[in-house]
């Protein structure tokens, strides 16, 4: 099993900046995908940002050359660094983590998920 903790969300003002972590811990050798999704009431969790143990990423076109997805294997860690945030930012943010794929953003695809972190950001 493994187990996925996310952190470091909060308010900012639009404009603003912030860092999301998640730690991972267990079986993590066992994780290949990990990525970034949030989600606002009443629509479908939709994927951010992605990465794969290997390297390579993928984000969604909204959040191209703002948000930076970036992961530390030796620290079982992944980080979401949001820049230029924008109050359609605003949702709260859950770290997954899958096994046997490298890739995916299909939410049902991924084994672990994090609690999720609230990101709010003010016009």
């Known amino acids: 099993q493994v187990q996925l903790v996310e952190s470091g969300g909060g308010l900012v003002q639009a404009g603003g900046s912030l860092r999301l972590s998640c730690a991972a811990s267990?079986?993590?050798?066992?994780?290949?995908?990990m990525g970034w999704f949030r989600q606002t009431p009443g629509k479908e969790r939709e994927l951010v940002a992605a990465t794969a143990r290997s390297g390579g990423f993928y984000y969604t076109d909204s959040v191209k050359g703002r948000f930076t997805i970036s992961r530390d294997n030796a620290k079982n860690t992944m980080y979401l660094q949001m820049n230029s945030l924008k109050p359609e930012d605003t949702a709260v943010y859950y770290c997954a983590g899958g096994e046997g794929f490298s890739y995916s953003d299909y939410p049902v695809a991924y084994d672990y998920w994090g609690q999720g972190t609230q990101v709010t950001v003010s016009s």
């Open positions: 267990g079986r993590t050798s066992s994780i290949n995908a």
